[in-house]
């Protein structure tokens, strides 16, 4: 096929337009790397600008010896996976339900989650209530305040309104309790809306730090953003005390933090992004 | 059929492990977080011959209860000296009091909410710091414990130290007459400084400026050896180190927009002084002629490092810690050799004189018990214990002979901790740890400075000023106080950056409407406001 003149020139500006984005997206990170790994004072100084200068392993070895990266790293992991696993099964329990049709009341159930889109408790009365429920600095005061987003809500059950009843009536014919039809018939046609409520859950919970900052009084129990929050952003507190003392302070830890919390995600991400895509079209028409 | 039959096993044992797996997990982390070490043995402590009955003398017995009793701590973790367990001092606090202190650590970053949401939910710690305004408002609510009534009897230390300060006991005491914090001292001395680079001033044989006219000359002078750098920079135009408070002093003898002037003795409005539009015109000079770095209004910490580490400027005004500390990491860098960063006086225009307001002898937040504590009179007793001498000493020196010595007459931190030892001592030891000890001051006092260090403080001890005396606001002057204080600050950099950066030409209508529009937005209420709070503060101490 002949390509016209015109279309190869477009072709050639799209390829290095989309190359300068990728050198713009990608720059940050590497630049991260670079000065984890380069000598603090000259990432102070400014002169780490892309490959790293006096290296030095010494922002690595602060942040492992801390005992705390360990258990922040395996409390968020903890949270990650029991807020997911709960989050899909109780958000899928409310959605197929809704689905049906003939469900008594589906419009009054609706109505009221479509409600807590709008309004919202407000910080104090969800505290007391966590509070006043005694759980104050355990797992649940993550877990359950934000188990069931109203957004997954609407989609899994958009999801499966538009899964083809006959399935269940033969499943049901052949003796498939309520129970049954759903986790053997209905949760594995949905693999890619619950790959990707799974996914926004899991991103979620990992990035989350203000639930655990306000419900957790145990420093066994933080997870990994407060870690990071308090070595990259200095203290906010009384200014005399920020610079009186962080003599000792290596810059550069702030780097390998980073580098260390995210590296897991950034290692799963390219696996399950393509579920990722398919999930954000769960909106458009299913054949 | 196969299929199902077979996967129906199948899902129901998936479904049974993941729920078990799930549930082990989450619950292994909550004997984690509930095994946490309350009422441990006296037994766990060790090294009970150093602690010799004869230390310090102490004869009488300082228990705060007779058996051993937790008291849980809020303190704001810092990244370069985590909050730890096993803190020396307290092991001996818990064995002179018998009470086990667990600290609640919380990233600094956080703080401040963690706490409102506590006071909000009337689930405070223990112990807590809180800011004197909060102390009053809430301390009447009922959220923090009223010591006035437990003062008497139990705490001899407080009530000699409210007989000495009266100022502090009148910043903590709310409406209903109630004390509900102990207000942390920070002891007299100054925090910042002018910076500038030493090795050039030697180089090119420039001499310390005494007023902006000369600061102006000598900048000239680095800028024409430099032609492509800024001679000035500054962190930024607002708080203690930007540009605009340094020069106001410097014009107007006011140190800030709205501060108590020292002559007259009241608040006043720094536009309101002549000197104002001189300060405008100046730095407004200095930017033309490219003497003043043009990013000075945004810049942020590491920037602002970063050029006076590189030598893309030469003169600053900033902490004076930062003279050691920017010597070190020039050091460090390689860069330049011969780098060195040291202080300069203040300058100050003609009639004006030069100045520089103490730290405040209080610090912003005082020391407060929960209303809800178990045991109230071993709390107090134990604040009390704290603020005593033997108590703020472990605080805020150490185990006598491990971090500190008399051997001079005076406390000394130990030369074998090295110099700035601020890190050491709060990471390893727990001394002088913000939030903890009440007594920042003698801290300040035992540090050893280093020949540098030393001379700058002889360089500025003269010209400091005791700090203006702590404003109790009512409850309605802290409104109007936060709604409209920082509003009309920001309205005055922005206004300022303009007339500096040359936005808005500085002529007589614009600094006229400039003026007009602050009254607006509340300047001469906020001074008025000051003016009365002061009145009573004077009234009462006299």
Same mark, same amino acid.
């Given at each position: 096929?002949?390509?016209?003149?015109s279309?190869?020139?477009f072709?050639t500006g799209?390829?290095?337009?989309?190359?300068?984005?990728?050198a713009?997206m990608?720059?940050?990170?590497?630049f991260v790397?670079?000065?984890?790994i380069?000598s603090p004072?000259?990432?102070?100084?400014?002169q780490v600008k892309?490959?790293?200068?006096g290296?030095?392993?010494i922002? =690595?070895?602060?942040?492992?010896?801390?005992?705390e990266?360990?258990?922040s =790293?395996?409390?968020?992991?903890?949270y990650?996976?029991?807020?997911?696993?709960l989050?899909?099964l109780?958000?899928?329990?409310?959605?197929?339900?809704?689905a049906?049709?003939?469900l008594?009341?589906?419009?009054?159930?609706?109505?009221?989650?479509?409600?807590?889109?709008?309004?919202?408790?407000?910080?104090?009365p969800?505290?007391?209530?966590v509070?006043?429920l005694?759980?104050?600095?355990s797992?649940?005061?993550?877990?359950?305040?934000?188990?069931?987003?109203?957004?997954?809500?609407?989609i899994m059950r958009t999801?499966?309104?538009?899964?083809?009843?006959?399935?269940e009536?033969?499943?049901?014919?052949d003796?498939c309790?309520s129970?049954?039809v759903?986790?053997?018939?209905?949760?594995?046609?949905?693999?890619?809306?619950?790959?990707?409520?799974?996914?926004?859950?899991?991103?979620?919970?990992?990035?989350s730090?203000?639930d655990?900052?306000?419900?957790?009084?145990?420093?066994?129990?933080?997870p990994?953003q407060?870690?990071?929050?308090?070595?990259i952003?200095?203290?906010?507190?009384?200014?005399? =005390?920020?610079?009186?003392?962080?003599g000792?302070?290596?810059e550069?830890?702030?780097?390998?933090?980073?580098?260390i919390?995210?590296?897991p995600?950034?290692?799963? =991400?390219?696996?399950?992004?393509?579920?990722?895509?398919?999930?954000?079209?769960?909106?458009?028409i299913?054949? | 059929?196969?299929?199902?039959?077979?996967?129906?096993?199948?899902?129901?044992?998936? !479904?049974?492990?993941t729920?078990?797996a799930?549930?082990?997990s989450?619950?292994?982390?909550?004997n984690?977080?509930n095994?946490g070490?309350?009422?441990?043995?006296?037994?766990?402590?060790?090294?009970?011959?150093?602690?010799a009955p004869g230390?310090?003398?102490?004869?009488?017995s300082a228990? +705060?209860?007779d058996?051993p009793?937790?008291?849980?701590?809020?303190?704001?973790?810092?990244?370069?000296?985590? +909050?730890?367990?096993?803190?020396?001092?307290?092991? #001996?606090?818990?064995?002179?009091t018998?009470?086990?202190?667990?600290?609640?650590p919380?990233?600094?970053d956080?703080?401040?909410?963690?706490?409102?949401i506590?006071?909000?939910?009337n689930?405070v710690?223990?112990?807590?710091?809180?800011?004197?305004?909060?102390? #009053?408002l *809430?301390g %009447?609510?009922?959220?923090?414990?009223d010591?006035?009534s437990?003062?008497?009897?139990h705490?001899?230390?407080?009530?000699?130290?409210f007989?000495?300060?009266p100022?502090?006991?009148?910043l903590v005491?709310?409406?209903d007459?109630?004390?509900y914090s102990v207000p942390?001292?920070?002891g !007299?001395?100054?925090?910042?400084n002018?910076?500038? #680079?030493?090795?050039?001033?030697e180089e090119?044989g420039l001499?310390?400026?005494?007023t902006?006219?000369?600061?102006?000359?000598m900048?000239?002078?680095f800028?024409? $050896?430099?032609?492509?750098?800024?001679?000035?920079? /500054?962190?930024?135009v607002?708080?203690?180190?930007?540009? *605009?408070? +340094?020069?106001?002093r410097?014009?107007?003898?006011?140190e800030g927009?709205i501060q &108590?002037e020292p002559e007259?003795?009241?608040y006043?409005?720094a536009?309101d002084?002549?000197?104002?539009?001189d300060?405008?015109?100046?730095m %407004?000079k200095?930017?033309?002629?490219? !003497?003043?770095d043009?990013?000075f209004?945004?810049?942020?910490?590491?920037?602002?490092?970063?050029?006076?580490?590189?030598?893309?400027?030469?003169?600053?005004y900033?902490?004076k810690? @930062?003279?050691?500390?920017?010597t070190?990491r020039?050091?460090?860098?390689?860069l330049?050799?011969g780098?060195n960063?040291?202080?300069m006086?203040?300058i100050a225009?003609?009639?004006?004189?030069?100045?520089q *307001?103490?730290?405040?002898?209080f610090?912003?937040?005082g020391?407060?018990?929960?209303?809800?504590v178990?045991d109230?009179?071993?709390?107090?007793? !134990?604040l009390?214990?704290?603020?005593?001498?033997?108590?703020?000493?472990?605080l805020a020196?150490?185990?006598?002979?491990e971090?500190?010595?008399?051997?001079?007459?005076a406390?000394?931190?130990l030369?074998?901790?090295?110099?700035?030892? *601020?890190?050491?001592? $709060?990471?390893?030891y727990?001394?002088?740890?913000?939030?903890?000890? &009440? %007594?920042?001051?003698?801290? $300040?006092?035992a540090?050893?400075?280093?020949?540098?260090a030393?001379?700058?403080e002889?360089?500025?001890?003269?010209?400091? &000023?005791?700090?203006p005396?702590?404003?109790?606001l009512?409850?309605e002057?802290n409104?109007i106080?936060?709604e409209?204080?920082n509003?009309?600050?920001v309205?005055?950099?922005e206004?300022?950056?303009?007339?500096?950066?040359? #936005? /808005?030409?500085i002529?007589?209508?614009?600094i006229?409407?400039?003026?007009?529009?602050?009254?607006?937005?509340?300047?001469?209420?906020l001074?008025?406001?000051y003016?009365t709070? $002061?009145? @009573?503060?004077?009234?009462?101490?006299?």
């Amino acid at each position: 096929m002949k390509v016209s003149w015109s279309s190869r020139l477009f072709d050639t500006g799209n390829v290095l337009f989309m190359l300068l984005l990728c050198a713009a997206m990608i720059y940050p990170i590497v630049f991260v790397f670079s000065a984890s790994i380069s000598s603090p004072a000259l990432v102070s100084s400014g002169q780490v600008k892309l490959m790293p200068q006096g290296l030095t392993w010494i922002a =690595y070895e602060r942040i492992l010896a801390l005992p705390e990266l360990w258990s922040s =790293y395996w409390n968020t992991i903890r949270y990650t996976v029991v807020q997911t696993a709960l989050t899909l099964l109780v958000t899928s329990m409310m959605a197929y339900p809704l689905a049906k049709r003939w469900l008594p009341g589906r419009r009054i159930i609706l109505l009221l989650a479509a409600f807590t889109l709008l309004f919202n408790g407000g910080l104090i009365p969800t505290f007391l209530v966590v509070q006043k429920l005694g759980m104050l600095n355990s797992i649940w005061a993550i877990v359950l305040p934000t188990l069931v987003n109203t957004w997954y809500l609407f989609i899994m059950r958009t999801f499966f309104e538009a899964l083809p009843s006959e399935l269940e009536d033969a499943a049901t014919i052949d003796g498939c309790g309520s129970f049954g039809v759903l986790l053997r018939i209905v949760i594995p046609l949905s693999m890619p809306v619950m790959l990707t409520v799974g996914l926004f859950t899991a991103v979620g919970q990992w990035n989350s730090f203000f639930d655990a900052l306000i419900y957790l009084n145990d420093r066994s129990m933080y997870p990994l953003q407060i870690l990071l929050r308090n070595i990259i952003i200095a203290g906010s507190g009384s200014e005399s =005390y920020v610079d009186e003392g962080g003599g000792t302070f290596v810059e550069t830890v702030k780097y390998s933090t980073m580098i260390i919390a995210t590296l897991p995600i950034l290692c799963v =991400y390219p696996f399950i992004q393509k579920y990722f895509v398919q999930g954000s079209m769960i909106g458009g028409i299913k054949g | 059929m196969k299929t199902i039959k077979g996967s129906r096993h199948f899902g129901r044992a998936a !479904l049974l492990i993941t729920m078990t797996a799930m549930l082990v997990s989450a619950c292994s982390g909550e004997n984690g977080g509930n095994g946490g070490n309350r009422n441990t043995s006296p037994a766990k402590i060790e090294g009970s011959d150093s602690n010799a009955p004869g230390e310090g003398g102490q004869t009488d017995s300082a228990l +705060v209860s007779d058996k051993p009793i937790t008291f849980k701590w809020l303190v704001p973790d810092r990244r370069e000296a985590p +909050v730890r367990k096993d803190w020396a001092i307290f092991d #001996r606090i818990f064995e002179r009091t018998n009470a086990r202190i667990e600290f609640e650590p919380v990233p600094s970053d956080g703080v401040t909410e963690k706490k409102q949401i506590m006071i909000a939910t009337n689930s405070v710690t223990d112990f807590m710091t809180v800011p004197h305004a909060d102390a #009053r408002l *809430y301390g %009447n609510e009922g959220v923090f414990l009223d010591l006035s009534s437990y003062i008497d009897e139990h705490a001899p230390h407080i009530k000699a130290y409210f007989e000495e300060y009266p100022a502090a006991k009148a910043l903590v005491t709310g409406e209903d007459g109630g004390v509900y914090s102990v207000p942390g001292l920070e002891g !007299l001395g100054f925090n910042y400084n002018w910076i500038v #680079r030493q090795d050039l001033m030697e180089e090119y044989g420039l001499k310390s400026p005494d007023t902006p006219e000369q600061l102006y000359e000598m900048l000239k002078a680095f800028k024409e $050896r430099n032609p492509d750098k800024y001679p000035l920079v /500054t962190q930024g135009v607002g708080g203690t180190t930007g540009l *605009y408070k +340094v020069m106001l002093r410097a014009f107007t003898g006011i140190e800030g927009y709205i501060q &108590l002037e020292p002559e007259s003795g009241e608040y006043k409005f720094a536009g309101d002084h002549p000197g104002f539009v001189d300060s405008l015109e100046y730095m %407004n000079k200095l930017y033309n002629e490219k !003497l003043l770095d043009p990013e000075f209004a945004i810049l942020n910490g590491a920037q602002w490092e970063e050029r006076m580490l590189t030598g893309k400027s030469f003169v600053t005004y900033h902490w004076k810690t @930062r003279n050691q500390l920017l010597t070190d990491r020039a050091a460090e860098a390689g860069l330049i050799p011969g780098y060195n960063a040291n202080a300069m006086l203040e300058i100050a225009a003609s009639g004006i004189k030069k100045y520089q *307001y103490s730290r405040d002898i209080f610090s912003t937040g005082g020391i407060a018990i929960s209303a809800n504590v178990k045991d109230k009179v071993a709390a107090v007793k !134990l604040l009390d214990y704290l603020l005593s001498e033997e108590g703020s000493d472990y605080l805020a020196l150490g185990i006598d002979g491990e971090t500190y010595d008399r051997s001079e007459g005076a406390p000394k931190f130990l030369e074998s901790l090295g110099p700035a030892p *601020y890190d050491k001592l $709060r990471g390893e030891y727990g001394i002088w740890y913000p939030e903890i000890s &009440l %007594n920042m001051g003698k801290s $300040r006092e035992a540090e050893r400075l280093s020949e540098k260090a030393q001379a700058i403080e002889e360089l500025y001890l003269p010209i400091v &000023l005791p700090a203006p005396a702590p404003l109790v606001l009512t409850d309605e002057e802290n409104e109007i106080n936060k709604e409209k204080l920082n509003n009309l600050t920001v309205y005055i950099e922005e206004k300022m950056t303009e007339f500096v950066v040359g #936005r /808005t030409p500085i002529t007589a209508p614009n600094i006229q409407a400039f003026i007009e529009q602050c009254k607006k937005l509340g300047a001469q209420e906020l001074i008025d406001m000051y003016n009365t709070a $002061r009145g @009573r503060t004077n009234a009462s101490n006299s």
